[in-house]
């Protein structure tokens, strides 16, 4: 079972970079797109993923670290078009690895207190304080007209990555997928480490982890801040993507759908948010042009998941359950 699980996770990673291709010698430059919505939509569900599969922690807030890696991504652009400093005579930029570097830094710089706050409550609790949060950050980013306010910020190009052309489709493809698969390392490796053994351990038993002298609080603290920042990388890719960022990003909605990518995909399992990501966005372009409401019909494929196939689209294809 442990290797169909692995042909599986193979055939998925490969299944990208293969539509890519594809979509490129035919000329198709629209299905890259829509490759790259699905890497990008990976990404931060790999994030989120460390928190929830890992950790047990049921955050509605992940949308406060997508939308403001976007906007990470829009005001240092706009600033940088605009020939403007940013804040205290620091310059915007269109150069990608910079503005991916403080978007991460801003999303744990907000995770950090953020977790400190919520994780001293567990369950419905947590839940709740986490989505309090994100609201806050949502209500303020509309109440900010100098950055579009309810309407957003447009970019008036995508930012630049040196040594690639990224205002062509391909090249973006390819810098998104190799983000993704270092967020998939980066998991792998929480996973299998003597960290993802004590994050488990804190979800499962945290008085008995506590009992060896680890505290489950401080696990739990660094692995919400590395969940927000992966997930605030994704939201700046996503803002380059369409070229525009908005309080929509920001919303509980985008929260509840990143869930939703992990418990499609598998929760826990290393390629669930990409299985999950790919069911959901195919999903919105096969019936989202027959009917307004095709999320009706992803219910009933995620209800039918939840009561069947409990260790999502990666357990059913693998064949075997996975406990946790």
């Known amino acids: 079972m442990a290797a169909r699980e692995t042909t599986v996770n193979v055939l998925l990673v490969l299944l990208l970079p293969a539509v890519a291709l594809t979509a490129l010698f035919i000329g198709e430059a629209f299905y890259i797109t829509l490759a790259t919505r699905i890497a990008i939509l990976a990404l931060a569900a790999v994030g989120l993923n460390i928190a929830l599969g890992l950790g047990?922690?049921?955050?509605?807030?992940?949308?406060?670290?997508?939308?403001?890696?976007?906007?990470?991504a829009g005001v240092l652009a706009t600033h940088a078009f605009n020939m403007e400093p940013v804040a205290l005579g620091l310059p915007g930029t269109t150069d990608m690895p910079v503005i991916w570097l403080a978007a991460i830094l801003l999303c744990g710089l907000v995770a950090l207190p953020i977790g400190l706050v919520s994780l001293r409550t567990s369950g419905v609790y947590f839940i709740m304080i986490t989505l309090a949060?994100?609201?806050m950050i949502y209500y303020f980013a509309i109440s900010w007209p100098a950055y579009g306010g309810e309407d957003?910020?447009?970019?008036?190009?995508?930012?630049?990555?040196?040594?690639?052309?990224?205002?062509?489709?391909?090249?973006?493809f390819i810098v998104v997928f190799?983000?993704?698969?270092?967020?998939?390392?980066?998991?792998?490796?929480?996973q299998a480490s003597r960290f993802g053994a004590a994050l488990e351990a804190a979800r499962q038993n945290p008085a008995r982890l506590a009992a060896t002298g680890i505290s489950p609080f401080a696990?739990?603290?660094?692995?919400?801040?590395?969940?927000?920042?992966?997930?605030?990388?994704?939201?700046?890719?996503?803002?380059d993507l369409n070229r525009f960022v908005s309080p929509s990003m920001l919303s509980w909605h985008m929260s509840g759908e990143l869930i939703v990518l992990i418990i499609l995909g598998g929760k826990s399992r290393l390629f669930g948010p990409l299985a999950?990501?790919?069911?959901?966005?195919?999903?919105?372009?096969?019936?989202?042009?027959?009917?307004?409401?095709?999320?009706?019909?992803l219910g009933l494929v995620l209800l039918a998941v939840v009561f069947f196939?409990?260790?999502?689209?990666?357990?059913?294809?693998?064949?075997?359950?996975?406990?946790g």
Not at 155 to 163: A, D, E, T, V, W
């Open 133 to 135: 949060f994100a609201q």
């Open 309 to 323: 196939a409990r260790g999502g689209l990666i357990g059913l294809l693998a064949g075997r359950p996975r406990h």
């Open 56 to 72: 047990g922690l049921v955050s509605f807030g992940h949308a406060a670290f997508f939308g403001l890696g976007g906007y990470v």
């Open 219 to 239: 696990i739990r603290l660094v692995a919400f801040v590395l969940s927000a920042m992966i997930t605030g990388l994704a939201g700046a890719l996503f803002a």
């Open 276 to 297: 999950g990501a790919a069911l959901y966005v195919l999903f919105e372009y096969a019936l989202g042009g027959l009917t307004e409401r095709w999320q009706l019909f």
């Open 152 to 172: 957003g910020l447009s970019l008036s190009m995508r930012n630049g990555f040196p040594g690639l052309n990224t205002a062509r489709p391909f090249p973006y």
């Open 178 to 190: 190799v983000l993704l698969l270092a967020g998939l390392f980066l998991f792998h490796r929480l």
